[in-house]
């Protein structure tokens, strides 16, 4: 996968991803005949594993401002661990089969987006209605807004930047 972000997916070639795993071309082609079904069972490995962190996040605050932290946090968290696959994924020079893996990952994360936001609604823990609250908070936290988040002018302070700007839009 590291190869696949640092040369983009038009120039990764098998016999270098073999040389850097130090075994023969043939190894890597018994385990995957194409390039696509290498790049793509790499990223799926990475995915599946983030998308099951995703679903089994609870949030464990009572109060409202306690669980849009939790949540922030959570997608910071998970950024952060995964920005290699996520960059990669993000670049859009994938096949579409593989880029797919993205709008799957999107799904999951709206849903616990959607989730929280009701949750929070039927507690009277929001200004707005809910389904303000959830396009908000999914614009806000998408994959494409932490990556120019945390590389703009924001950098460190971005989580709590987005944090201030849910803060005062939501609760």
């Known amino acids: 996968?590291?190869?696949?972000?640092?040369?983009?997916?038009?120039?990764?070639?098998?016999?270098?991803?073999?040389?850097?795993?130090?075994?023969?071309?043939?190894?890597?082609?018994?385990?995957?005949?194409?390039?696509?079904?290498?790049?793509?069972?790499?990223?799926?490995?990475?995915?599946?594993?983030?998308?099951?962190?995703?679903?089994?996040?609870?949030?464990?605050?009572?109060?409202?401002?306690?669980?849009?932290?939790?949540?922030?946090?959570?997608h910071e968290r998970e950024y952060r661990a995964e920005s290699v696959l996520l960059e990669t994924l993000v670049d859009g020079a994938l096949p579409r089969e593989i880029a797919a893996l993205l709008r799957e990952l999107d799904g999951v994360r709206l849903a616990i987006i959607t989730h929280t936001m009701n949750d929070l609604a039927r507690h009277g823990g929001l200004r707005i209605r809910p389904s303000d609250a959830i396009a908000l908070a999914h614009a806000l936290l998408s994959y494409p807004t932490w990556r120019t988040a945390l590389t703009g002018p924001g950098r460190r302070r971005a989580p709590r930047l987005i944090y201030s700007a849910l803060r005062s839009a939501l609760l």
């Open 1 to 74: 996968m590291r190869e696949v972000a640092r040369r983009g997916y038009a120039d990764l070639r098998i016999s270098e991803v073999a040389r850097r795993a130090h075994v023969a071309a043939r190894t890597v082609y018994l385990h995957a005949p194409t390039k696509q079904r290498l790049v793509q069972s790499a990223l799926r490995g990475r995915a599946e594993a983030l998308i099951g962190r995703i679903e089994r996040w609870r949030p464990r605050g009572e109060s409202a401002d306690a669980v849009l932290g939790e949540l922030i946090a959570m």
